[in-house]
């Protein structure tokens, strides 16, 4: 790497940071004011970096395009696939990978349990948004007239005595999954199989994608899959954290 590079970009670190002056950035590159400023200039007019009245300096417009441009190429599900193979393979249970596309979720990536269980989802399949874990997690981040607007038009299929069936109850349950942060198909899609859904979020904690865990009752019971919750928000921050989610700009 040349000099001069390896100079702009600890520039650049250096502005991550907070704003800095020319005096401030000569001393702690140990360099020149001339060859710092020479730097800035150059990074100033292609938008890297601008500097205030106070001739302070701070990241420019043009790197923020670039860093939103770096963040949405980042595929959810190329970026999700190793982590949920990791978590398939720690507990042998289905776990399921969804979006929300064209106002339906659907699965987009799935690994199936160890067990000889087969579950109903395939890949490319919409998740009924009523009574799925998935479901309700990705719709629950959406806003609230939004939500009432897909409550409306929901046809609440009975597929278990458990299904909810009106939107008063759906719009409740969905106050609950954003409270609680995570969602539950207590077999509600499929008789005697339970599901626990998490969010996993993009750099701007915008909920881009969820995760879930599927297992029939013959294998784990209702306490003993939510017992896996941890688990599963392990995995779903781990793949936030892959897209340029921080903790710290987690909103409640």
Not at 74 to 103: F, K, M, S, W, Y
Request: proline content about 3%.
């Amino acid at each position: 790497m040349s000099q001069s590079l390896s100079r702009a970009l600890t520039i650049l670190g250096l502005l991550g940071e907070e704003t800095r002056s020319l005096d401030q950035l000569a001393r702690e590159l140990d360099v020149h004011k001339t060859t710092v400023l020479r730097l800035l200039r150059t990074m100033e007019s292609d938008r890297f970096v601008q500097h205030d009245a106070d001739h302070r300096y701070v990241l420019g417009s043009r790197f923020f395009e670039l860093a939103n441009r770096a963040l949405e190429q980042r595929d959810v599900r190329t970026v999700a696939r190793p982590h949920l193979a990791a978590l398939n393979a720690a507990t042998g249970q289905t776990i399921h990978l969804a979006t929300l596309e064209g106002g339906e979720a659907v699965y987009i990536d799935k690994f199936d349990a160890t067990q000889s269980v087969r579950m109903y989802s395939r890949i490319g399949r919409p998740a009924p948004l009523h009574c799925t874990a998935v479901g309700k997690v990705l719709v629950s981040a959406l806003p609230r007239a939004e939500q009432r607007q897909i409550a409306q038009r929901i046809e609440y299929a009975r597929f278990t005595d458990r299904t909810i069936d009106s939107a008063e109850r759906y719009l409740a349950e969905l106050d609950l999954v954003a409270e609680q942060g995570y969602a539950e198909d207590h077999e509600e899609h499929e008789t005697f199989v339970n599901c626990v859904g998490v969010p996993i979020l993009d750099g701007t904690g915008r909920t881009v994608a969820a995760v879930s865990m599927s297992v029939p009752d013959m294998l784990l019971d209702h306490g003993q899959v939510l017992g896996k919750l941890p688990e599963i928000l392990a995995v779903a921050e781990s793949i936030s954290a892959d897209l340029g989610w921080k903790p710290t700009e987690k909103t409640s």
